[in-house]
C-alpha cells in the first residue's frame, strides 16, 4: 500500500454466533460476490464470538468456475505474516496478507478455509447465514483443491468476514446495517436479492465514482438489545467505523426492538430509548466524517413469522420512529422505505407484489425494490 491507495471492503459478513454447530477438522469452501473490483485483494477472517483461540491451517482464494470448483489458474494461498497457518485469539480476527489476483466488480470468488481441529458447539463458531449455498468437506485439507469432496452443504458462512481490494483513494465505502431485510432473510439463495446487492449492481452500472458494498445485516438484530450477537449499538463500532475504507453508512435497525422476539420485560423498548440509540449512531459516524443515511422501518402488520408480534403499541412505535428518522435531521439523509414498500391503500401493511408472504420480509421483488429507490446522487456528496 502507498499513499496513492488504500483498503477498501468490497464484501462482509458479520460475525455472530453459529449456535449449536459443530465442525470436525473440515475445508470450508464459500463462495461471495464482491461488490468492487481490483487487482490485489485481502481476506478477513473472525474468531470474534470463540470461547479459544482458533486454528487456521491453511486457506486459499480463487475465482469460481461452478459447483464446489475453483478456476485452478487463479488459485492463491492466503498467508498471514508470511505463514500458511495462523491462529486467531479468542474474540478477535485475522487479515491475510495482501494476494495478486485480477477481481472484475459483481465477481464471484472461493474462499476455502481448513480447520484442522475439531470444534464442538462449546467451542463458539463464529458464523451466520448466507443465503447462499456453500460447502463443508469430510474431514481433511483441501482448500487448493480444484473440487472439495462436500459433505454437506451450508447456508453459513463460517469465520468468514470480509474481503478487502486496494484501490485508488477517490474509492468509497458503503457499510448497510441492518436485521434481516438488510441480510435478505427468506430471499431466494444464490439469487443475490438483498437490497445491498442490489446498490452494488446499481452503482456499477452507472458508473462514475466507485465505491464498495458491505453488508452487516444481521438476522434478528435489534437497536438495544444482544440477541443472536451484539446489539446495533454494541456493533457499530466494529461493524460501521472499523470497516476498511468506510465512507458511508446507511442504518435500518430497529423491527426487532419493537417485535421483541423473546418476549422480556426487561427488554421492551420505548420509541424515545430506539431513537436514542439512533442518534448515538449517527454521534459516532459523524465524529469519523463518515455520512450516515437512515433508513425507515418497513410495514409489519398481521406478521405471520412470529405470531403475536405485531401489535398496535408496536405500530405506533415503528410510526414514531419513522417520522424522527425523517424529520430531525439527525442523519444526513433519508432512504424512506417504508413509503416505496407499503401500501398505499393500507399503508400499515406492505404492498403484496413486495412481500415474501409473512407480512415481515420482502421477497426478491421487495428486496430488489429496496435497492432501487436508493438516490445513488447521495454518494456523490462530501
Known amino acids: ?119 464442538t458447539p462449546a467451542f463458539g463458531v463464529t458464523g451466520r447465514y448466507a443465503r447462499q449455498f456453500n460447502y463443508i468437506s469430510p474431514p481433511g485439507n483441501f482448500a487448493g483443491d480444484e473440487h472439495i469432496p462436500a459433505s454437506r452443504v451450508t447456508d453459513d458462512w463460517y469465520f468468514l468476514s470480509g474481503i478487502d481490494v486496494l484501490t485508488t483513494p477517490d474509492v468509497g465505502g458503503i457499510v448497510a446495517l441492518g436485521d434481516s431485510i438488510t441480510d435478505g432473510n427468506i430471499s431466494t439463495h444464490d439469487a443475490f436479492c438483498r437490497w445491498p446487492d442490489q446498490l452494488a449492481r446499481r452503482l456499477i452500472a452507472r458508473g462514475g465514482r466507485r465505491f464498495g458494498v458491505m453488508n452487516q445485516g444481521l438476522g434478528g438484530n ?97 410510526q414514531t420512529v419513522n417520522e424522527w428518522i425523517r424529520n430531525s435531521g439527525a442523519f444526513d439523509a433519508v432512504i424512506d422505505f417504508d413509503l416505496h414498500l407499503r401500501d398505499p391503500k393500507h399503508p400499515t401493511s406492505m404492498l403484496p407484489v413486495y412481500d415474501c408472504g409473512d407480512h415481515l420480509h420482502p421477497g426478491d421483488i421487495g428486496y430488489n425494490r429496496m435497492g432501487d429507490v436508493i438516490d445513488l446522487t447521495l454518494f456523490e456528496k462530501a
Open 1 to 119: 500500500m502507498t499513499e496513492n491507495t488504500h483498503w477498501v471492503g468490497t464484501w462482509t459478513s458479520t460475525p455472530a454466533p453459529a449456535d449449536g454447530v459443530s465442525l470436525n477438522s473440515p475445508t470450508i469452501r464459500m463462495f461471495p460476490r464482491v461488490s468492487l473490483g481490483g487487482d490485489t485483494i485481502r481476506v478477513r477472517i473472525s474468531n470474534a464470538h470463540g470461547n479459544d483461540k482458533l486454528t487456521i491451517g491453511a486457506a486459499h482464494v480463487a475465482l469460481r468456475a461452478t459447483g464446489t470448483a475453483i478456476r485452478p489458474d487463479t488459485d492463491r494461498v492466503l498467508t498471514f505474516g508470511g505463514a500458511t497457518s495462523a491462529v486467531i485469539p479468542t474474540g478477535s480476527f485475522l487479515i491475510s496478507d495482501p494476494v495478486s489476483l485480477t477481481v472484475a466488480p459483481l465477481a464471484d470468488l472461493a474462499v476455502s478455509i481448513y480447520i484442522p481441529n475439531d470444534l
Open 222 to 318: 435489534r437497536i438495544l438489545n444482544d440477541i443472536r450477537g451484539d446489539s446495533g449499538v454494541r456493533r457499530f463500532d466494529r461493524d460501521v467505523l472499523a470497516q476498511p475504507g468506510v465512507t458511508h453508512a446507511i442504518v435500518v435497525l430497529g423491527i426487532n426492538d419493537i417485535r421483541n422476539r423473546r418476549g422480556l420485560a426487561s427488554e421492551n423498548v420505548t420509541a424515545a430509548g430506539m431513537i436514542a440509540g439512533l442518534h448515538q449512531m449517527t454521534l459516532r459516524a459523524h465524529a469519523r466524517g463518515i455520512k450516515i443515511f437512515g433508513g425507515t422501518l418497513t410495514p409489519f402488520e398481521n406478521e405471520t413469522f412470529l405470531l403475536g408480534a405485531y401489535t398496535l403499541e408496536g405500530e405506533a412505535k415503528r
